[in-house]
Antibody, heavy 118, light 107 residues
Framework: QVQLGESGGGVVQPGRSLRLSCVASGSIFSRSGMHWVRQAPGKGLEWVAMIWYDGTNKYYADSVKGRFTISRDNSVNTLYLQMNILRAEDTAVYYC???????????WGQGTLVTVSS | EIVLTQSPATLSLSPGERATLSCRASQSVSSYLAWYQQKPGQAPRLLIYDAANRATGIPARFSGSGSGTDFTLTISSLEPEDFAVYYCQQRSDWPLTFGGGTKVEIK
């Protein structure tokens, strides 16, 4: 079972940038697709982005396309989410999650809170 | 984008009772649907995938059914730890989408 741990959240002003990281334990990371999913306070789950195990394909929700970039470094078992031009509506807990090629999310981190506020 | 509509929004039941949760898709997703459980302050947990298959370690009281546009998650006899929010998710097409959730609360 993979362990996932997110970091990089915090309070940021609208229009600014933030980069989230997700570190995975175990060698299975390099063979797994990875996702970011977010949850606004008191709301439901929203899928954000996905990257293939080798980084060759990426997919984004329309709400973040052109502003967010998902990437990974398999040499250090780390997933990233670069978030630019942040808006108040991006305020949420951001989870990273693993996908073993099924597009179902079978392991999740505990999340990191991003608050966009002036 | 495939929209998933869950009903009811809230289900008030007692321990030992049967829970039936619904998820309806705006277009066919075949059997490409999962269910997740989320407790307060915790990350979601995968319960069911491909509509009817239990994930590793999930108790047999959880079962899923359906195909096409209509899906059901059934908890045969509620245990105290089952009171939580449940989400469905489709993987038939991009973007992946989640339903709005059903909260199962103690009556």
């Amino acid at each position: 079972q993979v362990q996932l741990g997110e970091s990089g959240g915090g309070v940021v002003q609208p229009g600014r940038s933030l980069r989230l990281s997700c570190v995975a334990s175990g060698s299975i990371f390099s063979r797994s697709g990875m996702h970011w999913v977010r949850q606004a306070p008191g709301k439901g789950l929203e899928w954000v982005a996905m990257i293939w195990y080798d980084g060759t394909n990426k997919y984004y929700a329309d709400s973040v396309k052109g502003r967010f970039t998902i990437s990974r470094d398999n040499s250090v078992n780390t997933l990233y989410l670069q978030m630019n031009i942040l808006r108040a509506e991006d305020t949420a807990v951001y989870y990273c999650a693993r996908d073993r090629g099924t597009r179902y999310l079978d392991s999740w981190g505990q999340g990191t809170l991003v608050t966009v506020s002036s | 984008e495939i929209v998933l509509t869950q009903s009811p929004a809230t289900l008030s039941l007692s321990p030992g009772e049967r829970a039936t949760l619904s998820c309806r898709a705006s277009q066919s997703v075949s059997s490409y649907l999962a269910w997740y459980q989320q407790k307060p302050g915790q990350a979601p947990r995968l319960l069911i995938y491909d509509a009817a298959n239990r994930a590793t370690g999930i108790p047999a009281r959880f079962s899923g059914s359906g195909s096409g546009t209509d899906f059901t998650l059934t908890i045969s006899s509620l245990e105290p730890e089952d009171f939580a929010v449940y989400y469905c998710q489709q993987r038939s097409d991009w973007p992946l989408t989640f339903g709005g959730g059903t909260k199962v609360e103690i009556k």
